[in-house]
């Protein structure tokens, strides 16, 4: 099964930008569609965005859309969240998580929580003046 462990998190000021990255180890990494979820403080873990395992798709929510992207290196077996323009709304635990494909057929990216199994332990962005 696949390990996954986040980094890049920290406090940045409104407008920045940070970019997080997600290292995955113990399987096979381009057999996983991927994405980021998020959990603010009193809040439902939300979906961010999602990639299929070949990175040729991806999807994200509204809020994120034009400021968020995401991206595989599917050689370094590591996926990133680019977040540009954030927003104090955007202050939250991030995680990445992992759900296993069939590459041969299976190029749908997940945007659910339950599709995905594996998940990695969170890093935790905070946006602030």
């Known amino acids: 099964q696949v390990q996954l462990v986040e980094s890049g998190g920290g406090l940045v000021q409104p407008g920045g930008s940070l970019r997080l990255s997600c290292a995955a180890s113990?399987?096979?990494?381009?057999?996983?569609?991927m994405g980021w979820f998020r959990q603010a403080p009193g809040k439902e873990r939300e979906f961010v965005a999602a990639i299929n395992w070949s990175g040729g798709s991806t999807y994200y929510v509204d809020s994120v859309k034009g400021r968020f992207t995401i991206s595989r290196d599917n050689a370094k077996d590591t996926l990133y969240l680019q977040m540009n323009s954030v927003k104090p709304e955007d202050t939250a635990v991030y995680y990445c998580a992992a759900c296993l494909v069939n590459p041969f057929y299976d190029y749908n990216i997940r945007s659910q929580k339950d599709d995905y199994r594996y998940w990695g332990q969170g890093t935790q962005v905070t946006v602030s003046s």
């Open positions: 113990g399987s096979i990494f381009s057999r996983y569609a």
